[in-house]
């Protein structure tokens, strides 16, 4: 069992930055592709952003791409998402997932992630 906490969001206006955190419990945390995904009400949870478990590979959303970026620290079973730029339209609750790395690279799917925080909201002002 994995338990994975997120932390980091608020409220931010655009152009603004944040980084968000997310640590994981457990000594298996390398073994773990993890990702991150966000939700508006209303709408389904939409994938951002996959790191593998390597950290050698990350994968983004289009409509991130170029102003976010996921790194891991494993000595910390941490993961991040570094947001930049930020958008009215990136205001979402964010989520952070582990995905137990069955397979050689990230999904973008939410029915491949085994684990997932609680989330943390970010708001964007205009």
């Known amino acids: 069992q994995v338990q994975l906490v997120e932390s980091g969001g608020g409220l931010v206006q655009a152009g603004g930055s944040l980084r968000l955190s997310c640590t994981a419990s457990g000594r298996t945390f390398s073994s773990y592709h993890m990702g991150w995904f966000r939700q508006v009400p209303g709408k389904e949870r939409e994938f951002v952003a996959a790191i593998t478990r390597s950290g050698g590979a990350k994968f983004y959303d289009d409509s991130v791409k170029g102003r976010f970026t996921i790194s891991r620290e494993d000595a910390k079973n941490t993961v991040y998402l570094q947001m930049n730029s930020l958008r009215p339209e990136d205001t979402a609750v964010y989520y952070c997932?582990?995905?137990?790395?069955?397979?050689?690279?990230?999904?973008?799917?939410?029915?491949?992630?085994?684990?997932w925080g609680q989330g943390t909201q970010i708001t964007v002002s205009s």
């Open positions: 997932a582990a995905d137990r790395g069955l397979t050689v690279l990230p999904s973008r799917t939410t029915g491949r992630y085994d684990y």
